[in-house]
């Protein structure tokens, strides 16, 4: 597995040539959101997996019991998870397993979610990606 789904990192910190072809993060952003399919899908295809804007999930966060695919996180928590990084972030900080957490209620101008659903009779998840960005005043 690789720090970023088209190869590791290679500055971490500074501008990175692997983040820049996927992802909208500190120095390629201009400080702003952008639109959905600006930089390279993942390998199913999934844009914006990382950077642009932070993606809340549905888990709360906690420690890892252990080396996991998957998890699910606690039953409850000190808040809900977002990952992926933001526009406002650092290449270390725009991978999927990079996380960090906040009350549900909280809002910023660089989070988000993504819309999924279940279809009947399918084990897998379709994701439906909608362009939504919350731009809110501070």
């Known amino acids: ?3 970023l789904y088209n190869g590791e990192l290679m500055e971490p910190i500074d501008s990175d040539p692997n983040a820049d072809m996927i992802a909208w993060y500190y120095y390629n952003s201009d400080g702003t959101t952008h639109a959905v399919k600006g930089k390279s899908p993942n390998a199913w295809g999934f844009y914006d997996m990382s950077g642009n804007v932070w993606e809340w999930t549905w888990d ?7 080396e996991v695919t998957n998890p699910v996180g606690p039953r409850e928590g000190p808040g809900r998870v977002f990952r992926g990084g933001s526009w406002g ?3 270390s900080s725009v991978r999927l397993a990079y996380r960090d957490n906040n009350a549900p209620a909280y809002r910023f101008r660089n989070i988000g979610f993504r819309l999924a659903r279940t279809l009947e009779n399918r084990i897998s998840l ?3 990606f909608i362009s939504i960005s919350f731009n809110f005043s501070i």
């Open 126 to 128: 379709i994701f439906l």
């Open 89 to 91: 972030d650092v290449p």
């Open 60 to 66: 709360w966060y906690g420690p890892y019991s252990a």
């Open 1 to 3: 597995t690789t720090s």
